[in-house]
Nanobody
Framework: QVQLVESGGGLVQAGGSLRLSCRVS????????MGWYRRAPGKERELVAAITSDGSARYADSARGRFTISRDAARNTLYLQTNSLKPEDTAVYYC?????????????WGQGTQVTVSS
């Protein structure tokens, strides 16, 4: 069973930074898309950033210029570098992967990691 394990969340002051990580439990052979979503209290889940099948990155307007998505293929890990954090970035951040591995293919979600930004 493919698992996505996130880490790196925490409590940070406004203006601070965090790097979120999402490790995939199996070697990835094909990426259809991989990305980060977030759900703030009382709001719908929204896309923050994603890497598409051709390797290009796209960002939500709220994240562009402050967040950077990247991937380390050797470590099977997806990252989200978050800078200049604002209180409105407070949310649970989820990793998503639409991938093909040696044993499976599908769309997978991590368990989420809490990011809290204090003013």
């Amino acid at each position: 069973q493919v698992q996505l394990v996130e880490s790196g969340g925490g409590l940070v002051q406004a203006g601070g930074s965090l790097r979120l990580s999402c490790r995939v439990s199996e070697k990835i052979f094909v990426i259809n898309s991989m990305g980060w979503y977030r759900r703030a209290p009382g709001k719908e889940r929204e896309l923050v950033a994603a890497i598409t099948s051709d390797g290009s990155a796209r960002y939500a307007d709220s994240a562009r210029g402050r967040f950077t998505i990247s991937r380390d293929a050797a470590r099977n890990t997806l990252y989200l570098q978050t800078n200049s954090l604002k209180p409105e970035d407070t949310a649970v951040y989820y990793c998503n992967a639409d991938i093909v591995t040696m044993t499976a293919a599908g769309n997978y979600w991590g368990q989420g990691t809490q990011v809290t930004v204090s003013s």
